[in-house]
């Protein structure tokens, strides 16, 4: 238990991490609600403890019953003969919070509460104080509205789930219950192994980040799938440390789904770029669906490519030229010397068989020649990885193909990572569970293995990234000064001149510029800092829309130029906008080359956010935009540059060129008035081979 300043209790998540042992790796397990009814959940729970081998003490709680399913039953958990490290609570929602009482009274460190009825429905007080008893005692609880949780190295199903879950190196942890027992049974009928199966509920305790970090050091786990709604706690979340793979499988992409999603779990979902953003700032790996998800998390278990050539192994052309464009598409690299490939892969298949990458042993080379190809494949250091395609046909049995993969590859000791996939029937089917059994990747289609494989590179990348240790910049004086003025005089957005201040302030690389109240000023500032040619807006409180009353005027080449556009805008405003209060007119030289956008936002759950993109009308109809969440450094800002969809023209394709250093310095730039405005637009960021310059400016407070 940890107190804050005023003396209230707050959660000590270190403890909290550390107490999930309990959980995991009781020693004793008490079921509050257990049932003799084979219909209730508290029967359910207590059979598939029983049935499925834990070690431990067992202690039934049930008032009216003295033994069930032969375990003696005790009528409250202070009547159990000794302390419990962990509680699972099947109760009626009012009677949670006084269970959980007594589980404090008995030392009791880790609980899950099965029991529906209290977020979810709009009972937040009660849920909070469920959150404030396990404060103050250092319970680490999971729920509540939970189907409990599997860990098959302890034998321990305290779950209303399938009984029987395939043991296995993947922790997986579900934000929804139905889904969470229907992937258990799915990967049961795959025969993929699981360490842990976690249903996270209503998350009032212990959510995704305490559970990444408590498997972090298990080892019993390798790589963590998570099935995420929403998150409550966005910046709480951006603290999670990440050792080992975490793939994210995250619902709600669309604006019906993240409704659903919201009105599902009672959290909120934010922006679905926002948590790309967090995603891959953090380190994590996302899959798109159910299936591709579960190929690149069993994947993630496969040894570290040593190096990006993959060996494509088939009997069949067509799926051979599917995989090819697949690892096209996913950016994997294929292996292409051919002489050494004819060298090496043509005594493994008839003499009509190709040995072009992919190595075609064809329908006639039959177990043999899949033996011989993978054998060659997984001896020779010049390949990296390796992918084995089979179409079921009439004159070989994919068992037997299964076998011989799985032969071959103990053989090696796995020296490299190597995934299947089999297209047919029930054969096909059967040879798939015996290859999962064997901890290697199977699939049924050619998409989620090269899915799967593309996950361990992605990861090699991420644990090769230098650590950035990063802390949000403070804001420079000069910029809260224009900020504070602002919001003294009651506004809620600055005007460009204002802006530019700011960003000239943080570091942000600006054209030549200036503000002027008269024609006369105007060509004193463009002729002192040699602006010409120079883009000149107008200025006022009362106009949003400056083309729209005549306010723009463009490419103004000398000073003759620039009194008479000034005297003719000043008429054109006034006659548009005749109750404007006209302030001046911002000079702005013209610059040419690429249009970008940076921006910063604040997201309901990430808090700020900042923005890069194409700019001017090409993020209207594009939208090719990425995000990173505040604070990050110079190395994310490289990565969030490189994400966008048009990062060719950022090389300099086809004449274009962006100045990225200067771009990198924007991004780092705006970081520092993140905690003091609301909203940030440059828009355009004009980049050249010269540099980055802010032409446009907005700031909103």
């Not at 604040?602 to 505040?630: N, T, Y």
Request: hydrophobic letters at 40%.
């Amino acid at each position: 238990m940890s107190l804050d300043a005023a003396g209230e209790v707050v959660a000590d998540v270190k403890v909290k991490i550390a107490n999930l042992k309990k959980v995991f790796n009781p020693k004793s397990v008490v079921v509050v609600g257990a049932s003799s009814e084979p219909a209730k959940v508290g029967y359910q729970v207590l059979n598939n403890i029983v049935k499925n081998g834990f070690k431990g003490k067992i202690y039934p709680v049930n008032k009216k019953s003295t033994e069930i399913l032969g375990v003696p039953c005790f009528p409250s958990v202070t009547a159990c003969p000794t302390d419990i490290d962990f509680a699972v609570i099947a109760v009626p929602a009012p009677m949670v919070e006084g269970v959980l009482k007594e589980c404090a009274a008995k030392n009791v460190k880790g609980a899950v509460i099965i029991t529906s009825g209290f977020s979810e429905i709009g009972k937040k007080k009660e849920e909070q104080a469920l959150k404030d008893l396990a404060d103050k005692h250092d319970i680490a609880l999971l729920g509540p509205n939970t189907f409990g949780f599997v860990y098959t190295p302890s034998n321990l199903n305290a779950s209303f789930g399938p009984q029987n879950v395939t043991a296995g190196k993947i922790a997986f942890i579900s934000q929804s219950g139905a889904l969470g027992i229907s992937l258990m049974g799915w990967t049961m009928m795959e025969k993929i192994g699981l360490a842990s199966v976690v249903s996270l509920g209503n998350k009032a305790d212990i959510g995704e980040k305490e559970l990444i970090e408590y498997f972090n050091d298990d080892p019993n786990v390798s790589v963590i799938l998570i099935y995420m709604e929403g998150i409550k706690d966005g910046r709480q979340f951006m603290t999670t440390k990440i050792k080992k793979p975490v793939v994210i499988l995250k619902s709600g992409t669309s604006t019906r789904g993240a409704q659903a999603a919201a009105s599902h779990t009672g959290s909120l979902s934010g922006s679905d770029k926002i948590y790309t953003a967090a995603f891959n700032q953090l380190g994590m790996l996302r899959g798109r669906t159910f299936t591709q998800a579960f190929a690149s998390a069993c994947a993630l278990s496969m040894p570290e490519p040593k190096g990006d050539d993959t060996l494509i192994i088939t009997n069949g052309g067509g799926i051979g030229v599917s995989a090819t464009d697949e690892c096209d598409n996913a950016g994997l690299k294929l292996f292409e010397d051919h002489v050494w490939l004819e060298e090496k892969f043509r005594p493994t298949m008839p003499e009509f068989g190709s040995t072009k990458n992919p190595i075609d042993v064809t329908g006639g080379g039959g177990r043999e020649g899949y033996q011989k190809a993978v054998r060659v494949a997984l001896a020779e250091d010049r390949i990296h990885s390796v992918i084995v395609l089979y179409c079921e046909t009439a004159v070989l049995d994919p068992v037997e193909v299964a076998r011989a993969v799985v032969d071959e590859y103990n053989a090696v000791k796995r020296n490299k990572p190597l995934v299947v996939t089999m297209v047919g029937g029930e054969r096909s089917r059967q040879a798939i569970q015996i290859l999962n059994e064997n901890q290697i990747p199977a699939m049924t289609e050619v998409r989620e293995a090269v899915a799967g494989l593309k996950s361990l590179y992605q990861w090699k990348e991420i644990c090769a990234r230098p650590k950035e240790k990063v802390k949000t910049p403070e804001a420079p004086a000069k910029a809260l000064e224009v900020i504070e003025r602002v919001r003294k005089e009651g506004r809620t957005f600055l005007l460009e001149h204002e802006s530019r201040e700011v960003f000239e302030a943080c570091g942000v690389p600006m054209p030549k510029w200036g503000f002027a109240t008269s024609a006369d000023e105007a060509v004193k500032i463009a002729e002192k800092t040699q602006m010409y040619p120079v883009a000149m807006k107008i200025t006022s409180v009362d106009i949003i829309h400056k083309s729209d009353v005549g306010g723009v005027i463009l490419n103004i080449k000398n000073a003759d130029e620039m009194r008479a556009k000034f005297d003719q805008m000043m008429e054109t405003v006034k006659k548009n906008a005749p109750n404007a209060k006209l302030l001046g007119v911002n000079l702005c030289q013209m610059v040419d080359g690429l249009q970008c956008i940076v921006g910063m936002n604040k997201d309901p759950q990430f808090g700020p956010a900042v923005m890069f993109g194409l700019g001017g009308i090409f993020v209207e109809v594009l939208k090719d935009v990425s995000f990173r969440i505040v604070p990050f450094g110079e190395g994310e800002a490289k990565r969030l540059i490189g994400e966008i969809k048009a990062k060719k023209l950022l090389d300099g394709y086809r004449g274009q060129g962006a100045h990225k250093e200067s771009i990198i310095k924007t991004l780092l730039a705006v970081q520092k008035i993140a905690e003091h405005v609301k909203e940030v637009d440059i828009n355009p960021l004009i980049t050249n081979k010269d540099g980055s310059f802010a032409v446009d400016a907005r700031i909103i407070i």
